[in-house]
Every structure is written in C-alpha cells, then in structure tokens.
C-alpha cells in the first residue's frame, strides 16, 4: 500500500478535527467569539470542503472510520486498506485534539470539554 493515501487521511482528519474543536473552543465564554454554533456548523462545513478539496484525489477523503467502513462494505476499498485507513485517521484526530489542549487556555477546554459532543445536561 502507498504511504500517500495514509498521509491523506491523518492530513485532512486533522484538519477537520482542529477546525471543529478550534471553533468550539473559541465559541466558549473563556474566548467569547460570538460565533456561536451557526459558527460552528460553518468551520465544520468549511474544513470538510478544503480537505476534500485537496486530498479527495489521493484516498477519497474519508476522514472518518464510519465512511472508510461504508467504502469497504460497497466493495469500493480493498480490505488490506481499512485498518491502515482508520489507524491514519484516528492518529489525525488524536494529533489534532492534543494540539489543541496544548493550545487553548485551560477554562476553554473545561468549558468547551474539548469539544466532546456530550448529551446536554
């Protein structure tokens, strides 16, 4: 398997997770951008769009377990490429959540749970 579809995926999975826990942190009273979760829908939507943008060509811009899974399922992805796939991806999400937590200020993490999409209390 070539190294470029991996660095793909951890690539554009960071991206997406750092955008989406960059804006939920900011939308904290910690920060207060006022972007509220109209701002947030919109980095979410806006970082998908570049990451498959720029990397859709090299591995089909998955950036999410569930999407590698549905590919593998439609017989659209090779079973020697699902574990790779995935272990890129979760690699690009836990790179972009510790970035983040080094990052941000603390009250921001404690406020935003680092962006967690917890149940509402």
Known sequence: MKIQP????????FYLCFAGIAAILCSTPAIGSGAGIVGI??????ALAIAVNAFGGISGAHFNPAVTMGFFVTKRLPMMSV????????LGATAAALI?????????INQG???V????V
């Open 6 to 13: 991996l660095v793909a995926e951890f690539l554009g999975t």
């Open 117 to 120: 999409p917890l149940p509402a």
């Open 100 to 108: 983040c937590r080094t990052t941000f200020p603390v009250e921001a």
């Open 41 to 46: 829908a919109l980095a979410h939507g806006l």
């Open 83 to 90: 574990g790779p796939y995935i272990l890129a991806q979760l």
């Open 113 to 115: 749970q680092l962006g």
